[in-house]
């Protein structure tokens, strides 16, 4: 990096990119969303908005929700109400920082990066946490309690699973553990990578509340859950916070388990990332629209007894052949 | 209201009272349910009720009985045949009046089509109860509704109208069947049930449903008598009991179809129940348009005056079994041409009866759970 990224204004105008590339993504991801499952059930999408595909609906909801009335209910704790969505959504914007888009290319290069990034990805929850408490709504207030009895069970195995590229890498570097991946994908060693990769999807689910694991957010019990309270900008600020956490768990297991901007050539690094997290995307969207919804119990069994101990036996299995390489 | 089989223990924390509807996304319209919470296990459930009357049965009083068949469309808005055959069946019932034969089949024709229609409504909307609106939930009711748009685009083909279709009158039926209709009934039977292996396969198939419904809402053969329910809750619960057998009317004494029933009595059950209905309702819409009789379908002379016919005096009860269970219609009459008192026996509320029996111990999930698989229509239980 050069000297001027290091000063104030450096620092601020990488902010400003992550900050603009991040939210315009997350913006076409809802498009990209609504596209893809329109085609699983038969529909077409947002159309009318802006000419080929309603490329333009992700804007008119944006001005929409910017115009909406923003209320805060008088009994709420208006601290903590008006604090909740920052919360989510600047941890979630955070995360980008870390993610190696090249070669030592990534805006924030610390050892300790893979750290930072799975601790900023946990942090949305403060946010969840502190809408459900503050908004005094019953509905709300199930939902932080039913959020606190998930991230309990399921932050375990995902930091278990996330520390299998660690330890084969021998780094907690991003980019170190990118550059490990030169010849084979963490996901193509046998056995461990997969199933690293899947506790962590399961695990992802369940944090980025999508279906079947969207325990917390389960809107046919809670009706909006956390955000029941929230209209205008603050509920625009919760959905975005939502995909941009999903976006950087896309990122996330893009860079720890497929390589990252690693690929053929032909196409620069970053693309190659992007349509990484892309194709991740789409494969959770599509267990997002395929099942039903876990009961809270059910659930969390399964975090305790299956996904704990198989993370734990994976973690077993990764160390004895890394000491034996 | 409380008791039923679940031992409710009584815990020093205090409880939390939550008022779930009458808006809410799951309650199927506008019931209101009052769930006494500890923690998430449901202790004590009183469903409220009367969001949606509508005073049908005081306005029955003031019509004449040749112009009340459509206004009991609008009670039970899944299934609105049911309640208009109903109906007729009792005003036929008083005032001996005949029906011809083709008519009686035609009859039970549109009823079945619409008993798969509301099943499919049901089928869907217990999805997105289960998977929830931003979730397989969605995609499932989609995949119901296309399938359930086809059946709605036929009967408005048969009927002129999608939805109300007002096809009993007193004394027969609308309108005849022709040959290219029976066509078109054939191949939409032949559609729909390609389509029931791919619900199966989101509904009742995944593990996930499975966990979710079973042992859930358990309705013990003693508890469902008990209380009274009716239709796929009763027969779920291991009671063979279905109007078109049990009390045949219009063309079922005639016609050859399987009662469904399970014995669990759970949520999977009913889920089961109604799965297997759709089949048998498809397969009798086949034998059906087989074994059409010939003939007229409206024996009376045409009405000049609609407000002229009179029954006799007397007291009269008629029922079917609509896609909800009992549906049955008592008319007092006084002998003139409006009725004196007219008491509609809805299966939804009577299935709504078992809410404060079954929610108790279950988690908050458990209660949507529940609720789909009672398959509740607001409008027959306000009426």
């Given at each position: 990096m050069s000297a001027f990224f290091t000063g104030w204004l450096g620092a601020a105008v990488l902010s400003g990119i992550v900050i603009g590339v991040a939210m315009t993504c997350v913006a076409y991801m809802t498009w990209l969303e609504r596209k893809f499952v329109a085609r699983m059930q038969n529909r077409i999408g947002p159309y009318e908005v802006g000419y080929p595909h309603g490329w333009l609906q992700p804007m008119a909801d944006v001005a929409k929700l910017l115009v909406k009335e923003d209320t805060t209910p008088r009994a709420a704790d208006k601290l903590l109400f008006n604090l909740g969505p920052i919360l989510v959504v600047v941890p979630a914007l955070v995360g980008f920082a870390f993610l190696p888009v090249g070669r030592d290319l990534a805006i924030v290069d610390h050892p300790y990066s893979f750290l930072f990034f799975t601790a900023f990805a946990s942090l949305t929850l403060l946010g969840v946490f502190a809408a459900g408490w503050s908004s005094n709504n019953k509905y709300a207030l199930l939902s932080a309690l039913r959020m606190v009895a998930m991230a309990a069970s399921y932050e375990i195995p995902l930091i278990l699973s996330l520390l299998i590229p660690a330890l084969l890498t021998g780094s907690f570097q991003l980019t170190a553990v990118v550059e490990a991946q030169r010849g084979l994908w963490f996901i193509g060693y046998p056995v461990i990578g997969q199933l690293a990769f899947g506790i962590f999807l399961l695990c992802a689910l369940a944090e980025g509340n999508k279906s079947p694991l969207d325990i917390l957010d389960a809107e046919s019990e809670l009706v909006a859950a956390y955000n029941v309270e929230y209209s205008g900008i603050k509920f625009a600020l919760f959905y975005a916070g939502e995909y941009a956490h999903t976006l950087a768990i896309c990122g996330l297991a893009a860079t720890v388990f497929f390589g990252g901007y690693l690929g053929p050539a032909f196409l620069p690094g970053f693309v190659w990332l992007i349509l990484k997290c892309v194709v991740l995307f789409l494969i959770i969207l599509w267990i997002r629209w395929s099942l039903m919804r876990m009961r809270i119990d059910q659930a969390i069994r399964i975090m305790w007894m299956f996904l704990l101990p198989a993370s734990l036996v994976n973690l077993l299995l990764t160390a004895y052949w890394v000491v034996g390489r | 209201m409380s008791g039923g089989p679940i031992e409710v223990v009584e815990r020093d924390f205090g409880e939390l009272a939550l008022n779930m509807g009458p808006q809410h996304p799951s309650t199927h319209g506008v019931l209101r349910l009052i769930l006494h919470l500890s923690g998430e296990t449901v202790i004590k459930a009183i469903p409220v009720i009367g969001y949606l009357h509508r005073g049908v049965e005081k306005l029955s009083e003031h019509l004449a009985y040749d112009q009340l068949a459509p206004v009991y469309e609008r009670d039970d808005y899944l299934a609105p045949t049911a309640n208009s055959n109903a109906y007729v069946l009792a005003v036929e019932k008083l005032g001996g009046i005949a029906v011809p034969r083709r008519a009686q089949w035609l009859r039970a024709f549109v009823s079945e089509w619409q008993r798969v229609s509301s099943h499919l409504v049901w089928l869907g909307t217990l999805g997105l109860d289960l998977g929830g609106a931003l979730g397989g939930g969605t995609t499932l009711y989609m995949y119901c509704f296309r399938e359930r748009e086809k059946i709605l685009d036929f009967l408005e083909e048969l009927t002129g109208t999608r939805y109300h279709t007002n096809y009993n009158l007193v004394g027969g039926a609308r309108y005849d069947l022709d040959a290219a209709m029976v066509a078109k009934s054939n191949a939409l039977a032949a559609s729909v049930g390609a389509a029931l292996p791919e619900f199966w396969s989101m509904s009742g198939g995944n593990p996930i449903f499975q966990e979710r419904t079973r042992n859930v809402g358990v309705i013990s053969k003693d508890l469902a008598m008990g209380v009274g329910v009716t239709g796929p809750t009763l027969r779920a619960s291991g009671i063979n009991y279905d109007v078109r057998k049990a009390a045949p009317y219009d063309a079922y004494g005639e016609l050859p179809f399987e009662v469904i029933t399970r014995t669990a009595g759970d949520a999977e059950a009913r889920f089961q129940v109604r799965m297997d209905e759709i089949a048998v309702s498809l397969k009798l819409v086949r034998t059906i348009v087989e074994g059409l009789p010939t003939g007229p379908i409206f024996a009376r002379k045409?009405?000049?005056?609609?407000?002229a016919t009179k029954l006799p005096k007397g007291e009269v009860y008629a029922a079917v079994e609509s896609p909800r269970g009992e549906l049955g219609f008592h008319i007092v009459s006084d002998g003139s041409a409006k009725p004196y008192r007219l008491k509609i026996n809805a299966p939804s509320f009577k299935n709504l009866q078992i809410v404060p029996h079954i929610?108790?111990?279950?988690?908050v999930a458990d209660v949507v759970a529940i609720l789909g698989s009672l398959d509740p229509v607001l409008g027959d239980v306000d009426r």
């Open positions: - | 045409p009405l000049k005056n609609p407000k929610l108790p111990g279950g988690l």
